[in-house]
């Protein structure tokens, strides 16, 4: 069983399976905004195609006009750029500017398991032990466990995985499949044990960083 490096964070269970708890700021760490961000400005994107394809069909694309449309395109994805902007500004003010995640991976996948905003990452760390309890059979810390993790949790599934991006000065790795794209956050002195636990046992993913 792969150990992670000495003074990692990572806790390793009995049975191979390892969890962590990460703690960023909203404010700081540019991940989240920029995965809204996209979004946001992809869907616009797909407005403004649809609009001139619905011109260019009924003859009413005129070469032109094409500044005064461009105009109007470029309000369109300004709007939905600023609309991601408030959007995530009222959600990191909502989340006391930080945003803390339970990980836990074995063979099979990782689990992205969001706590409760008003756990801190010290606090969160006791979920670790926690869980460790319900392995062990300790009821007192099973107790602890159940009124700090959240059901929100997002699984990734290592087989179906299709890419990986990785972002060593962020700490970040993308795992993608499919119809779902998840992002993998550590300790960057923990970054190369789990990006390469997670290479290794993705047989179908193309690697893009």
Not at 55 to 81: Q, V
Not at 125 to 150: E, K
Request: aromatic content about 12%; charged content about 20%.
């Amino acid at each position: 069983m792969p150990q992670p490096p000495a003074g990692s964070s990572i806790i390793v269970d009995q049975d191979g399976t390892y969890r962590w708890v990460f703690e960023y700021s909203l404010w700081r760490d540019p991940t989240v905004f920029l995965t809204i961000l996209k979004i946001f400005a992809g869907v616009a994107l797909g407005i403004v195609i649809v609009m001139e394809l619905v011109n260019l069909f009924d003859g009413g694309w005129d070469i032109a006009d094409l500044g005064e449309r461009l105009r109007f395109d470029a309000i369109i994805l300004a709007f939905a750029c600023g609309l991601a902007t408030l959007g995530y500004v009222v959600y990191a003010l909502m989340q006391g500017g930080k945003y803390c995640v339970l990980f836990t991976m074995d063979d099979a996948g990782v689990e992205f398991r969001p706590l409760p905003k008003e756990v801190k990452r010290a606090e969160a760390v006791g979920a670790l032990n926690v869980l460790l309890g319900l392995a062990t059979g300790s009821p007192s810390q099973v107790g602890i466990g159940l009124t700090t993790a959240t059901n929100d949790a997002m699984v990734s599934t290592f087989a179906n995985v299709r890419s990986i991006q990785g972002y060593p000065r962020r700490g970040v790795i993308k795992v993608n499949e499919p119809l779902a794209k998840n992002q993998v956050y550590v300790e960057k002195s923990d970054y190369d044990f789990v990006y390469g636990f997670i290479r290794a046992r993705c047989p179908h993913a193309k690697l893009r960083g």
